[in-house]
C-alpha cells in the first residue's frame, strides 16, 4: 500500500507529520477493566486539571488550533477530534466505552493530545493519502450526518475520502469483527523526528500488548512524503 504526504500540507506547516500504523490479526473484546480505570482516572486527572486551567493550556490542543489556522481550517467551527474529546469530558460527560480497539484510541488522543483516527484496514483501497479535501469529497460520517470534507484536511484512498482528525467515516469503522487495522496519528508538527518514532513505537507496543497480533508503523514528514508498504 502507498502511504502518500501532500505536498500542499508540507508548503502551508512544514514540520507537518503523520504516523500510519498497521495492526495485523487482532482481536478486538470488551475493554479490559485495567484499560477501564486508566481511561476513567485520565478523565478525572483532566477536570480537576480543568478548574485551574483551561483547555487551550493543553499543548497539543493550542498546537493543532494553529496547525487547522494555517491550513485555512476554522478549529472553532471544525473542532479537532482530540479537542472534542477534552471539551467533552470538561463538561462532566464520561466518554462512552465502545470496544478495546477504540476505547484505546481515545486513550491515547488525550495522552498524546492529538488527534488519531481508527479503521478496518481491510475496507481501505490501494492507498492511504493525506491531503486537503476538495469539491465532491464527501462521506457518511459516524456523527449520522454526510460530511463534506472541501478545503478541511482528510484522508483518501481509491474509493475516496474516508476520514479526518475531525470526524471519521461510517463505512471505515472498526467493531469487534476487524482483525486488521490502520491507525493514523496526527501528531504535534512541534515534535522532532525521534520523539515521533518513539510515540508510535510505544503506542504499536501497548496495542499489541492488548490486541496480540503484530504490528509496523511509518512516518510520513517532509523529508519522507511517500513510502511504498510491503
Given at each position: 500500500?502507498?502511504l502518500t504526504?501532500?505536498?500542499?500540507?508540507?508548503?502551508?506547516?512544514?514540520d507537518?507529520?503523520?504516523?500510519i500504523?498497521?495492526?495485523?490479526?487482532?482481536?478486538?473484546?470488551?475493554?479490559p477493566?485495567?484499560?477501564?480505570?486508566r481511561?476513567?482516572?485520565f478523565?478525572?486527572k483532566?477536570?480537576t486539571?480543568?478548574l485551574?486551567?483551561t483547555?487551550?493550556?493543553?499543548?497539543?490542543?493550542?498546537?493543532?488550533?494553529?496547525?487547522?489556522?494555517?491550513?485555512?481550517m476554522?478549529p472553532?467551527?471544525?473542532?479537532?477530534s482530540?479537542?472534542?474529546?477534552?471539551?467533552r469530558i470538561?463538561k462532566?460527560?464520561?466518554?462512552?466505552?465502545?470496544?478495546?480497539?477504540?476505547?484505546?484510541?481515545?486513550?491515547f488522543?488525550?495522552?498524546?493530545?492529538?488527534?488519531?483516527g481508527i479503521?478496518?484496514?481491510?475496507t481501505l483501497?490501494?492507498?492511504?493519502?493525506?491531503?486537503?479535501?476538495?469539491?465532491?469529497?464527501?462521506?457518511?460520517?459516524?456523527n449520522?450526518?454526510?460530511?463534506?470534507?472541501n478545503?478541511?484536511?482528510?484522508?483518501f484512498?481509491?474509493?475516496g475520502?474516508f476520514?479526518?482528525?475531525?470526524?471519521?467515516?461510517d463505512?471505515s469503522?472498526?467493531?469487534?469483527e476487524t482483525?486488521?487495522i490502520a491507525?493514523?496519528?496526527?501528531?504535534k508538527?512541534s515534535?522532532?523526528?525521534r520523539?515521533a518514532?518513539q510515540?508510535?513505537?510505544?503506542?504499536?507496543?501497548?496495542?499489541?500488548?492488548l490486541?496480540?497480533g503484530?504490528?509496523t508503523f511509518?512516518?510520513?514528514?517532509?523529508?519522507q512524503?511517500?513510502?511504498?508498504?510491503?
Amino acid at each position: 500500500m502507498l502511504l502518500t504526504l501532500d505536498n500542499n500540507l508540507i508548503h502551508k506547516v512544514p514540520d507537518f507529520k503523520v504516523g500510519i500504523t498497521f495492526h495485523h490479526n487482532i482481536v478486538i473484546g470488551e475493554s479490559p477493566q485495567m484499560l477501564k480505570g486508566r481511561l476513567q482516572f485520565f478523565q478525572e486527572k483532566i477536570r480537576t486539571d480543568l478548574l485551574n486551567q483551561t483547555i487551550l493550556d493543553y499543548p497539543g490542543v493550542s498546537e493543532w488550533q494553529e496547525t487547522f489556522k494555517r491550513l485555512g481550517m476554522d478549529p472553532k467551527r471544525y473542532r479537532p477530534s482530540h479537542e472534542a474529546l477534552f471539551r467533552r469530558i470538561s463538561k462532566g460527560n464520561d466518554l462512552p466505552f465502545i470496544h478495546s480497539a477504540a476505547d484505546l484510541n481515545n486513550f491515547f488522543s488525550l495522552q498524546y493530545e492529538i488527534p488519531i483516527g481508527i479503521y478496518d484496514l481491510e475496507t481501505l483501497y490501494d492507498y492511504i493519502k493525506i491531503s486537503m479535501g476538495t469539491e465532491g469529497d464527501t462521506f457518511e460520517g459516524l456523527n449520522g450526518r454526510s460530511n463534506n470534507m472541501n478545503g478541511k484536511l482528510s484522508t483518501f484512498d481509491k474509493k475516496g475520502s474516508f476520514g479526518s482528525p475531525i470526524v471519521d467515516s461510517d463505512r471505515s469503522k472498526t467493531d469487534p469483527e476487524t482483525t486488521d487495522i490502520a491507525q493514523i496519528f496526527y501528531l504535534k508538527p512541534s515534535m522532532d523526528i525521534r520523539e515521533a518514532n518513539q510515540l508510535l513505537e510505544a503506542a504499536a507496543k501497548m496495542f499489541t500488548q492488548l490486541h496480540s497480533g503484530d504490528s509496523t508503523f511509518y512516518l510520513l514528514h517532509n523529508d519522507q512524503q511517500d513510502i511504498q508498504t510491503s
